[in-house]
């Protein structure tokens, strides 16, 4: 029988008579808080097009935006329509984030703009591909790969949207493997502040887990990350006939996706209400951390899913070493210039550093991680066409 927790009628009763009086949250993050930069007039937020709107159309408008569409959520080389892409996953995570922080009083544009842009680095075939990338780069230069500093880099560098520091600094923050009963904002005052903790996070690992929201509304949204793909990928798993529904135990926040979207948005707006920080009780945080746990053990760990690896990891460092090559003898007909540098050297895109002054390397990881999962096999095929790994699909009649 289905498990739908409600909100206490003292804090719904709250709830309505602030929205109605009182307007936004006190913790909440004021338009004008917004730091860029580059102070550029066109933008500024105006009434009908505030600062944090600003950045979310710059996001949705990035060229690189495009690309979610055919990105890995968690099911590889399957052809079923109705398993996520890492664009419904980033609209999924807004839309719960942005119900929480509504409830809450917070500034649901900043909110927003975090979601939609938090996974812009990610690599094709999901978390997979970033632990490819990451061991390649960390082989060759030192530095770490992890999706979420990379989204900066995107959305900062490869194409300098002059985006607010509380929008980068949500998305660098979001961490979306690592949960927390309770998440509260570290002031964080300035640009110069932002770049040395993306920097040290190239280096260490411990320095990007332990980077933490600046706002309350970047707090929210890492932990509507874990809510959005929870029950979700449940949900695919199934589509995907790898699991049942009843597979999974129910330690008391349900064991569907609906069930685990409303509980845990119930209990975090119950103890979270009027607080300067977000918060779950330990009851639903214990059934948080141990159904993630059935996740990685029933899903994520499962050899249908895993069932690629060894081949994806053979084409992609068979393919950066090639790239490299061709981006170190300047062949200009080769796709890492025709199809990478060339996009993005354009006047209009004014860097701090030319494109192609940046480190050859960089280069690679950056053209590897923009790519689709089709682009990327596309590609290994057209340089390797004698080469052909056996990437075996599933059909929509398998």
């Known amino acids: ?14 709830m309505q008579w602030d929205k109605e009086k009182v307007g936004l949250s006190p913790f909440a993050c004021r338009d004008e808080e917004g730091l860029r930069r580059r102070n550029n007039p066109h933008d500024s937020g105006n009434v009908w097009r ?14 690189f935006y495009n690309r979610y569409a055919d990105k890995t959520q968690v099911f590889s080389l399957r052809k079923n329509d109705d398993i996520t892409r890492r664009g419904l996953h980033v609209q999924l995570v807004s839309r719960i984030a942005r119900t929480i922080g509504a409830a809450l009083g917070l500034n649901c544009d900043l909110i ?25 780069q960390r082989e060759k230069t030192g530095k770490r790969f992890f999706h979420n500093i990379h989204s900066v880099r995107v959305l900062d560098e490869i194409f300098p949207l002059n985006l607010t520091l509380q929008t980068l600094n949500g998305i660098a923050a979001h961490n979306g493997e690592m949960e927390l009963s309770r998440y509260a904002p570290e002031k964080m005052e300035n640009f110069e502040e932002f770049d040395q ?3 040290r996070c190239y280096l260490d690992e411990k320095e990007m887990r332990n980077f933490a929201p600046s706002t309350l509304e970047g707090c ?35 064991t569907i996706n609906a069930e685990i979207v409303n509980n845990l948005m119930v209990n975090l707006l119950e103890h979270s209400y009027g607080k300067d920080y977000i918060a779950m009780d330990e009851r639903h945080f214990a059934a948080l ?19 690629a690896d060894e081949t994806l990891w053979y084409m992609t460092a068979k393919l950066y070493e090639k790239l490299l090559a061709d981006l170190t003898d300047g062949v200009q007909s080769s796709p890492i210039f025709t199809h990478h540098i060339r996009y993005l050297d354009k006047p209009y895109y004014k860097r701090r550093t030319p494109y192609l002054e940046t480190e050859k390397n960089q280069i690679v990881v950056d053209y590897i991680a923009s790519m689709t999962d089709d682009y990327f096999i596309d590609l290994y095929n057209h340089l390797f066409p004698s080469d052909t790994r056996p990437l075996k699909y599933v059909g929509y009649f398998d």
Do not use: W
């Not at 979601?115 to 490819?132: I, N, W």
């Not at 951390?289 to 069932?307: H, M, P, R, T, W």
């Open 289 to 307: 951390s141990k159904a993630k746990k059935d996740n990685y053990l029933f899903i994520y760990g499962n050899e249908q899913v895993k069932s």
């Open 220 to 254: 929210v949204m890492r932990i509507s990350d874990i809510i959005a793909y929870l029950g979700k990928d449940r949900q695919d798993a199934e589509k995907g006939k790898l699991l049942k529904g009843d597979d999974f135990e129910d330690y008391g926040i349900g």
């Open 50 to 63: 505030t600062t944090f709107v600003r950045d979310t159309d710059k996001i949705l408008h990035c060229p």
């Open 112 to 136: 927003e703009a975090i979601s939609l842009g938090h996974d812009m680095g990610h690599t094709p075939f999901g978390h997979t591909g970033e632990r490819f990338l990451d061991q390649l």
């Open 1 to 14: 029988m289905a498990n739908y927790e409600i909100l206490s009628a003292e804090v719904e009763k709250k």
């Open 197 to 199: 903790k993306i920097e």
